[in-house]
């Protein structure tokens, strides 16, 4: 098991995979663990670190394939991401906590809560529909034909069209270039590991045997989301729901006060 006490930042042996975190907060405050989405890395949560380490030992990070995590060659499944938490959890002595992922990191955490309800306290659902359709099985099959031949910077500008609002783009926010930057560092085998994961998923079959509290939140302009997410919230009894105007897919990043704001009070209900 690792010393807590030295924690900062680790790479920690889980599933066969050497997995990059970080960690912060006071040592005994309830756990939080956040992950990260598709073509990102922890420092997507920067914001919420800062805030949510004063209350909560705050564990961040990168999912395999993703940031400094290993990136093993061939396609992945939410199986192995799914194990990869548990494995992390595991060591750090985790037997509980709170969750909450964004778009892929969503997915991993509702799927870790069907499998194994009793290690999730609360979870927090961000911009993810959690369950792949034919058409975006297409979608992102024909992304990894365009990493294998063309690596990551012929995916940059088009993946920040789909998670940025106009207007925010062309302004060219600092988090724009930041999310850029996280973009182009994604491994190319860690792209294409994870987008096959994502292209062959459904978690939503099975949101009604949920027994942990819910929260989901969704960006406004995040395409068809609010309305998908809107109809989880109502298949899952007692669960929560917030809809962050003007904010699009990366709605942690582009309001982040707003959903700071979102998370604590989800979390502190009794």
Not at 122 to 135: E, F, G, Q, W, Y
Request: glycine fraction near 10%.
């Amino acid at each position: 098991m690792v010393n807590q006490s030295m924690a900062n930042n680790l790479k920690i042996q889980s599933n066969g995979i050497r997995v990059n975190c970080q960690i912060a907060g006071p040592k005994g405050a309830p756990w939080l663990i956040f992950g990260n989405s598709h073509a990102t890395d922890l420092s997507m949560w920067d914001a919420q670190i800062s805030h949510f380490s004063q209350k909560f030992r705050v564990l961040t990070y990168d999912q395999r394939g993703h940031g400094n995590t290993d990136a093993p060659k061939g396609g992945y499944s939410f199986g192995e991401l799914i194990d990869d938490l548990v494995g992390l959890m595991d060591s750090l002595d985790i037997t509980t906590t709170s969750y909450c992922g964004l778009s892929m990191g969503g997915a991993t955490g509702l799927g870790l809560a069907l499998r194994f309800p009793t290690r999730i306290s609360r979870l927090v659902v961000c911009d993810s529909p959690c369950i792949s359709t034919p058409a975006s099985s297409a979608q992102w099959h024909e992304r990894v034909l365009i990493a294998r031949s063309e690596g990551m910077n012929s995916l940059v500008d088009s993946t920040l069209v789909r998670w940025i609002p106009s207007e925010r783009l062309e302004a060219n926010s600092p988090h724009v270039q930041k999310l850029r930057h996280m973009i182009l560092g994604t491994p190319v085998d860690g792209y294409i590991g994870c987008a096959i994961a994502l292209s062959n998923h459904d978690f939503r079959t099975n949101l009604r045997s949920l027994t942990v509290p819910v929260l989901f939140v969704v960006g406004g302009l995040d395409g068809v989301l609010p309305t998908a997410m809107r109809e989880m919230n109502k298949e899952v009894t007692g669960s929560h729901f917030v809809e962050i105007s003007g904010a699009g897919h990366i709605s942690n990043m582009d309001e982040p006060d707003i959903f700071n704001l979102a998370v604590s009070d989800f979390l502190n209900l009794p």
